[in-house]
């Protein structure tokens, strides 16, 4: 049965917020140099105090973070969070923006298709807010992507790992 999801501004939904944020951590929360634990955190309580109700591609300092909430018989569970910010953590992609970041599923969703679902809404939430061009970066994911339309447009090689910068012209939903 396919339960509906929602996206919800973690400054709505701050008792959904330690899960995600949680699941970040285990899974990128240390050993990047890009960013630190004490990031992860500092970007959750940015997020909570952002003004959802507009993004402005050529602004500073926008960190839109949602939770991903389905029902399931009558619970509210998060199931994923994902933001769209205007800043990246590598340095040698910082004249792109804005990204889709923090994008986690949880993890026993994973494979299920929670992760499109969440992906979609977040393409026609970034389409409402007037972005047409999205970027994100993923190290071992570019197939799903791929899969959903992003394209590859540079890869960074980095000690022990790839990192693969992907964009998508949103504009295209609109047809």
């Not at 047409?132 to 197939?143: P, Q, R």
């Not at 447009?153 to 949103?170: E, S």
């Amino acid at each position: 049965m396919q339960h509906q999801i929602k996206l919800i501004p973690v400054s709505l939904a701050k008792e959904y917020a330690d899960q995600p944020l949680d699941w970040s951590l285990k899974l990128w929360g240390e050993g990047k140099s890009e960013f630190s634990a004490d990031d992860w955190r500092n970007f959750y309580k940015n997020a909570m105090n952002s003004d959802y109700s507009k993004f402005n591609p050529d602004g500073s300092d926008q960190e839109l973070l949602f939770m991903a909430i389905r029902t399931n018989d009558g619970i509210e569970e998060v199931v994923a969070s994902i933001a769209i910010c205007d800043f990246d953590d590598i340095e040698e992609y910082r004249q792109f923006k804005p990204w889709i970041a923090a994008f986690i599923v949880r993890e026993d969703l994973r494979g299920t298709g929670v992760g499109s679902t969440v992906l979609e809404l977040m393409e026609k939430r970034i389409l409402a807010y007037g972005v047409k061009h999205i970027y994100l970066w993923t190290e071992g994911e570019k197939n799903f992507y791929g899969k959903r339309g992003y394209l590859l447009i540079d890869q960074l090689h980095k000690p022990g790992r790839v990192i693969d910068l992907m964009q998508k012209d949103l504009g295209k939903l609109l047809i």
